[in-house]
Antibody, heavy 120, light 107 residues
Framework: EVQLLESGGGVVQPGMSLRLTCEAS????????MSWVRQAPGKGLEWVST????????YYADSVKGRFTISRDNSKNTLFLQMNNLGVEDTAIYYC?????????????WGQGTLVTVSS | DIQMTQSPSSVSASVGDRVTITCRAS??????LAWYQQHPGKPPRLLMY???RLQSGVPSRFSGWGFGTDFTLTISGLQPEDFATYYC?????????FGQGTRLEIK
């Protein structure tokens, strides 16, 4: 059974940093691209970032480029999202999701999400 | 960026009804389209991909159609568990983008 468990969310002030973690199990982690998708309170879904299984490719939404860094540790089946210089607009539930295939974004498994609140 | 526009934003229907949700892309995306269902407080669930392929485990009352810029998701014979919010998402190019969502409510 595929399981994705996010952690690391919390309340931070604008300008601060936070690191999200997603622990994966139930599939061959190193073979699969992984993504982060966020959802602001009461709003729709926003793709944030994707990393290939082999670590050779990363992609970012313009809204987070230069501030967020996606990474993974295939030896520990873990995905990360380092978020720097956070703003109130980054307040959202952050979901870790597994890509169903390489090429294009089709997210077949999602974690329960971790809430990030940026507030002064 | 490719913009995805869903219509309607919300729709009311009864159990047993047939409902169709439309998604339009701002430029052609071939069949690189996915549909997700989300219940309140839950993560999204993949329903369809490649516009018309049913994800494993999804009931056959869900169907998808479309190519290029215009797509539809149809639910035939609504069940109580189908009342949720539905999102389309283009899978053709970065930045990947979602529609704004369609809320399906019980009439």
């Amino acid at each position: 059974e595929v399981q994705l468990l996010e952690s690391g969310g919390g309340v931070v002030q604008p300008g601060m940093s936070l690191r999200l973690t997603c622990e994966a199990s139930g599939f061959t982690f190193r073979r699969e691209a992984m993504s982060w998708v966020r959802q602001a309170p009461g709003k729709g879904l926003e793709w944030v970032s994707t990393i290939s299984g082999s670590l050779d490719s990363t992609y970012y939404a313009d809204s987070v480029k230069g501030r967020f860094t996606i990474s993974r540790d295939n030896s520990k089946n873990t995905l990360f999202l380092q978020m720097n210089n956070l703003g109130v607009e980054d307040t959202a539930i952050y979901y870790c999701a597994k890509d169903a295939r390489s090429g294009g974004l089709v997210l077949d498994y999602w974690g329960q999400g971790t809430l990030v609140t940026v507030s002064s | 960026d490719i913009q995805m526009t869903q219509s309607p934003s919300s729709v009311s229907a009864s159990v047993g009804d047939r409902v169709t949700i439309t998604c339009r892309a701002s430029e052609g995306i071939n069949n690189w389209l996915a549909w997700y269902q989300q219940h309140p407080g839950k993560p999204p669930r993949l329903l369809m991909y490649d516009a018309s392929r049913l994800q494993s485990g999804v009931p056959s009352r869900f169907s998808g159609w479309g190519f290029g810029t215009d797509f539809t998701l149809t639910i035939s014979g609504l069940q109580p568990e189908d009342f949720a919010t539905y999102y389309c998402q283009q899978a053709k190019s970065v930045p990947y983008t979602f529609g704004q969502g369609t809320r399906l409510e019980i009439k």
